[in-house]
């Protein structure tokens, strides 16, 4: 993968009345939108010399649990970092649908924010629009490029932690079968399923894998369903890649936990560490291990950068194991140390390029 890209001219204006109905997150999200036609003046007036940021989410939601969330909390830690107050030193507003991309990033660039995060590869198209009617304003968009000098891309090697979440299930899987559940059928989805495929292969050429696509990030139903059909067929442990369907994954499984104790199932989840989110009882949790994305990092390193005047406008940051961009959460005593042992040889290997994780499924 490129590390770094000249960046592409993509162009859209969204007009004052759609950008006063831009869905926020909330009242207050409402409430901050009557002022976009105050221009800087305002928002100097409250945030000083401030260098302020702000993201607009993906259709999965601020609460996702997951690469929303991470994007959040990084934004928080920025602004903590700096002594920023939220609204006015940073802020977020959440996108219900894809027609509101356009109009929330601008929401933001009206309020005068110095930095503003496009979260997401289906953010791709409104970032460049915007990019090219706004050619002051500093972008950055996570999980895809454009070409256009005043956007930062930030990219990660998904693949390379996905390969170690696969050495993860081909290791302790009973069954010798293991399941994939992604969200919409995109690269960067794409190559956290090679890797996958890849490291549990590596392990044991004889696991089967099942992949199953929901074509959804926001939709918990059909990542139930598809964890259903999973685990209903054999499989002992699921790998998603999904946003907020995911949360439906960890459904399934916590129900058939809950009604059979002795029942063999467990989640790996995504980006952040969703421990939390496999909690059965107070003693039980179906969560083997996370693997984690270091978004709210990314999102915290290229805000700084923009506010010591190094902003990377216009090339790719790419973020792997040897950035520590990608990796594997805490098991919390699920896995064994022989297998943590493994999943450390293969980091060292791929963290050196010793082993090249494919993008995509062979």
Same mark, same amino acid.
């Given at each position: 993968?490129?590390?770094?890209?000249?960046?592409?001219?993509?162009?859209?204006?969204?007009?004052?009345?759609?950008?006063?109905?831009?869905?926020?997150?909330?009242?207050?999200?409402?409430?901050?939108?009557?002022?976009?036609?105050?221009?800087?003046?305002?928002?100097?007036?409250?945030?000083?010399?401030?260098?302020? +940021?702000?993201? /607009?989410?993906? &259709?999965?939601?601020?609460?996702?649990?997951? %690469?929303?969330?991470?994007?959040? !909390? $990084?934004? @928080?830690?920025?602004?903590?970092?700096?002594?920023?107050?939220?609204?006015?030193?940073?802020?977020?507003?959440?996108?219900?649908?894809?027609?509101?991309?356009?109009?929330?990033?601008?929401?933001?660039?009206?309020?005068?924010?110095?930095?503003?995060?496009?979260?997401?590869?289906?953010?791709?198209?409104?970032?460049?629009?915007?990019?090219?009617?706004?050619?002051?304003?500093?972008?950055?968009?996570?999980?895809?490029?454009?070409?256009?000098?005043?956007?930062?891309?930030?990219?990660?090697?998904?693949?390379?932690?996905?390969?170690?979440?696969?050495?993860?299930?081909?290791?302790?899987?009973?069954?010798?079968? +293991?399941?994939? /559940?992604?969200? &919409?059928?995109?690269?960067?989805?794409?190559? %956290?399923?090679?890797?996958?495929? !890849? $490291?549990? @292969?590596?392990?044991?050429?004889?696991?089967?894998?099942?992949?199953?696509?929901?074509?959804?990030?926001?939709?918990?139903?059909?990542?139930?369903?598809?964890?259903?059909?999973?685990?209903?067929?054999?499989?002992?442990?699921?790998?998603?890649?999904?946003?907020?369907?995911?949360?439906?994954?960890?459904?399934?499984?916590?129900?058939?936990?809950?009604?059979?104790?002795?029942?063999?199932?467990?989640?790996?989840?995504?980006?952040?560490?969703?421990?939390?989110?496999?909690?059965?009882?107070?003693?039980?949790?179906?969560?083997?291990?996370?693997?984690?994305?270091?978004?709210?990092?990314?999102?915290?390193?290229?805000?700084?950068?923009?506010?010591?005047?190094?902003?990377?406008?216009?090339?790719?940051?790419?973020?792997?194991?040897? !950035?520590?961009?990608?990796?594997?959460?805490?098991?919390?005593?699920?896995?064994?140390?022989?297998?943590?042992?493994?999943?450390?040889?293969?980091?060292?290997?791929?963290?050196?390029?010793?082993?090249?994780?494919?993008?995509?499924?062979?």
């Amino acid at each position: 993968m490129k590390k770094r890209k000249l960046g592409l001219l993509i162009s859209s204006v969204v007009a004052t009345g759609a950008i006063l109905a831009a869905c926020g997150s909330g009242e207050d999200k409402e409430k901050d939108t009557s002022n976009n036609n105050s221009g800087s003046d305002a928002n100097t007036e409250e945030a000083g010399d401030a260098f302020t +940021v702000a993201m /607009v989410t993906d &259709v999965g939601g601020v609460d996702d649990k997951s %690469f929303n969330q991470s994007a959040w !909390e $990084g934004i @928080k830690d920025f602004g903590a970092e700096n002594k920023l107050t939220e609204k006015e030193g940073y802020d977020y507003l959440q996108s219900n649908t894809d027609a509101d991309y356009n109009t929330n990033l601008n929401n933001l660039l009206r309020r005068d924010f110095d930095l503003v995060f496009g979260v997401g590869f289906m953010m791709g198209d409104a970032i460049g629009e915007v990019a090219a009617e706004n050619p002051k304003a500093k972008l950055a968009l996570i999980d895809a490029e454009v070409e256009a000098e005043n956007v930062a891309n930030i990219m990660f090697k998904e693949q390379e932690g996905a390969f170690l979440a696969g050495v993860v299930a081909a290791s302790m899987s009973e069954t010798g079968k +293991v399941g994939f /559940v992604g969200g &919409v059928n995109i690269p960067v989805i794409n190559r %956290f399923e090679a890797g996958f495929v !890849e $490291g549990a @292969k590596a392990v044991n050429p004889d696991i089967v894998i099942e992949s199953k696509y929901t074509e959804a990030f926001d939709d918990a139903s059909k990542g139930k369903i598809t964890a259903n059909a999973m685990y209903s067929s054999g499989v002992d442990i699921i790998f998603h890649a999904a946003g907020a369907t995911g949360n439906g994954v960890f459904s399934e499984a916590k129900e058939r936990k809950a009604k059979d104790p002795n029942a063999n199932v467990w989640v790996i989840g995504v980006d952040a560490d969703q421990y939390e989110e496999g909690k059965v009882d107070d003693k039980t949790n179906i969560t083997l291990t996370s693997m984690l994305k270091g978004v709210n990092k990314a999102v915290v390193d290229i805000s700084n950068k923009a506010k010591e005047g190094k902003f990377p406008g216009g090339t790719t940051t790419v973020y792997g194991l040897a !950035e520590d961009g990608v990796g594997l959460a805490d098991s919390r005593g699920a896995i064994p140390q022989d297998v943590l042992d493994k999943v450390e040889e293969y980091k060292q290997k791929i963290a050196s390029g010793e082993i090249t994780v494919s993008e995509s499924v062979k």
